[in-house]
Protein backbone atom coordinates (compact mmCIF):
# COMPACT_ATOMS: atom_id res chain seq x y z
CA UNK A 1 0.00 0.00 0.00
CA UNK A 2 1.38 3.19 -0.87
CA UNK A 3 1.81 5.53 1.45
CA UNK A 4 3.00 9.41 2.16
CA UNK A 5 3.28 11.11 5.11
CA UNK A 6 3.99 14.87 5.10
CA UNK A 7 5.28 16.72 8.05
CA UNK A 8 7.44 20.16 9.25
CA UNK A 9 4.90 22.77 8.29
CA UNK A 10 3.32 24.99 10.98
CA UNK A 11 3.19 28.77 11.66
CA UNK A 12 6.23 30.92 10.88
CA UNK A 13 6.67 34.85 10.36
CA UNK A 14 7.15 36.17 7.19
CA UNK A 15 11.12 36.31 6.53
CA UNK A 16 11.22 32.67 8.35
CA UNK A 17 11.94 28.98 7.39
CA UNK A 18 10.30 26.22 7.45
CA UNK A 19 11.55 22.18 6.27
CA UNK A 20 8.91 19.91 4.90
CA UNK A 21 9.63 16.31 4.73
CA UNK A 22 7.66 13.15 3.20
CA UNK A 23 8.33 9.65 4.50
CA UNK A 24 7.09 7.16 1.52
CA UNK A 25 6.47 3.52 1.27
CA UNK A 26 4.85 0.65 -0.65
CA UNK A 27 6.93 1.73 -3.60
CA UNK A 28 10.14 2.18 -5.46
CA UNK A 29 10.51 5.94 -4.35
CA UNK A 30 13.66 5.79 -6.60
CA UNK A 31 12.03 5.28 -9.78
CA UNK A 32 9.94 8.32 -9.38
CA UNK A 33 9.83 12.16 -9.99
CA UNK A 34 8.12 13.19 -7.27
CA UNK A 35 6.93 16.40 -6.90
CA UNK A 36 5.28 18.94 -3.93
CA UNK A 37 2.27 21.02 -4.47
CA UNK A 38 0.20 23.59 -2.56
CA UNK A 39 -3.21 24.35 -2.27
CA UNK A 40 -4.14 28.17 -0.59
CA UNK A 41 -7.30 27.90 0.76
CA UNK A 42 -10.19 28.96 -2.39
CA UNK A 43 -7.18 28.45 -4.83
CA UNK A 44 -6.59 25.48 -7.05
CA UNK A 45 -3.59 23.24 -6.20
CA UNK A 46 -0.51 24.02 -8.14
CA UNK A 47 2.37 22.53 -8.42
CA UNK A 48 5.42 24.40 -6.40
CA UNK A 49 8.79 21.86 -7.01
CA UNK A 50 9.40 18.81 -8.86
CA UNK A 51 12.91 16.59 -8.34
CA UNK A 52 13.92 13.77 -11.20
CA UNK A 53 14.67 10.32 -9.72
CA UNK A 54 17.83 10.19 -8.99
CA UNK A 55 17.84 13.99 -7.64
CA UNK A 56 19.83 15.51 -10.49
CA UNK A 57 17.52 17.66 -12.02
CA UNK A 58 14.80 20.25 -10.21
CA UNK A 59 12.32 22.79 -11.37
CA UNK A 60 10.66 25.28 -9.79
CA UNK A 61 7.38 27.70 -9.87
CA UNK A 62 8.33 30.98 -10.69
CA UNK A 63 6.38 32.33 -7.02
CA UNK A 64 8.97 30.01 -5.51
CA UNK A 65 11.93 30.29 -7.33
CA UNK A 66 15.54 31.22 -5.83
CA UNK A 67 13.75 30.88 -2.17
CA UNK A 68 12.46 27.09 -1.94
CA UNK A 69 14.83 23.83 -2.43
CA UNK A 70 13.51 19.96 -3.26
CA UNK A 71 16.26 17.25 -2.55
CA UNK A 72 15.56 13.30 -1.87
CA UNK A 73 17.12 10.57 -0.31
CA UNK A 74 16.24 7.45 -2.16
CA UNK A 75 17.81 5.37 0.42
CA UNK A 76 15.28 6.63 3.36
CA UNK A 77 12.55 6.86 0.58
CA UNK A 78 12.08 10.78 1.73
CA UNK A 79 11.35 14.44 -0.21
CA UNK A 80 11.94 17.23 1.12
CA UNK A 81 11.05 20.58 0.90
CA UNK A 82 13.46 23.79 2.56
CA UNK A 83 11.17 26.90 2.05
CA UNK A 84 13.36 29.78 3.00
CA UNK A 85 12.70 33.91 2.51
CA UNK A 86 8.75 32.56 3.21
CA UNK A 87 5.88 35.09 2.33
CA UNK A 88 2.42 35.49 3.38
CA UNK A 89 1.31 34.50 -0.02
CA UNK A 90 2.69 30.86 0.42
CA UNK A 91 0.38 30.36 3.16
CA UNK A 92 -1.28 26.83 2.17
CA UNK A 93 -1.54 23.08 3.01
CA UNK A 94 1.63 21.63 1.10
CA UNK A 95 1.31 17.96 -0.13
CA UNK A 96 3.38 15.68 -1.41
CA UNK A 97 3.15 13.55 -4.89
CA UNK A 98 4.20 10.79 -6.68
CA UNK A 99 4.20 12.26 -9.93
CA UNK A 100 1.82 10.84 -12.71
CA UNK A 101 0.33 8.18 -10.04
CA UNK A 102 -2.86 9.52 -8.24
CA UNK A 103 -0.74 9.34 -4.94
CA UNK A 104 -1.29 11.75 -2.25
CA UNK A 105 -0.18 12.61 1.57
CA UNK A 106 -2.58 14.34 3.83
CA UNK A 107 -0.66 17.10 3.71
CA UNK A 108 1.14 19.51 6.36
CA UNK A 109 -0.50 23.40 6.57
CA UNK A 110 2.38 26.15 6.34
CA UNK A 111 0.81 29.42 7.38
CA UNK A 112 3.15 32.74 7.15
CA UNK A 113 2.48 35.49 9.10
CA UNK A 114 2.95 38.96 8.13
Known amino acids: QVQLVESGGGLVQAGGSLRLSCVTSGFSMSWYRMNWYRQAPGKERELVAT????????KYADSVKGRFTISRDNGNKKVYLQMNSLKHEDTAVYYCNVDAEDYWGQGTQVTVSS
Open 51 to 58: ISSGGEST
